[in-house]
Nanobody, 120 residues
Framework: QVQLVESGGGLVQAGGSLRLSCAASGTIFSINAMGWYRRAPGKQRELVARLPSGGSTNYADSVKGRFTISRDNAKNTVYLQMNSLKPEDTAVYFC??????????????WGQGTQVTVSS
C-alpha cells in the first residue's frame, strides 16, 4: 500500500517562507513524476510545480521565481520551498505522485493535503 504523507504547512506572514515535504511510503520500484497542486477557497485545484524523473520542471506562472521544487529519489520525497509568500498563495497544498510502480501495479497517488495560510 503506497501512501503520501505531507508536512510543513502552517500560518506565515506575507513575505515569509515555508517548506513543504511529501514522502511516499510502501514498496516502490519507481515514480515517474512528483509534484504539488493547490486548491484555494472557491477555486479549482491547480498545478503549482511538477518534477518528472529525468525531465524539466514545470511551475505555475504565479509562483515562478518564488517557489522551488526538489526531489530526493532515494527517499521518494519531494519538497516545495516557498519564498516571498503572498496572501494569494493561501490554499490547501496537495502532493501528487504519478505512475508509482510497486510489485503488482502502477498508479497515481495523492496526499491528504496541508493548509498554507499567508496573512497580509
Amino acid at each position: 500500500q503506497v501512501q503520501l504523507v505531507e508536512s510543513g504547512g502552517g500560518l506565515v506572514q506575507a513575505g515569509g517562507s515555508l517548506r513543504l515535504s511529501c514522502a511516499a511510503s510502501g514498496t516502490i520500484f519507481s515514480i515517474n513524476a512528483m509534484g504539488w497542486y493547490r486548491r484555494a477557497p472557491g477555486k479549482q485545484r491547480e498545478l503549482v510545480a511538477r518534477l518528472p524523473s529525468g525531465g524539466s520542471t514545470n511551475y505555475a506562472d504565479s509562483v515562478k521565481g518564488r517557489f522551488t521544487i526538489s526531489r530526493d529519489n532515494a527517499k521518494n520525497t519531494v519538497y516545495l520551498q516557498m519564498n516571498s509568500l503572498k496572501p494569494e498563495d493561501t490554499a490547501v497544498y496537495f502532493c501528487n505522485a504519478e505512475k508509482v510502480c510497486s510489485p503488482y501495479r502502477c498508479s497515481d497517488y495523492w496526499g491528504q493535503g496541508t493548509q498554507v495560510t499567508v496573512s497580509s
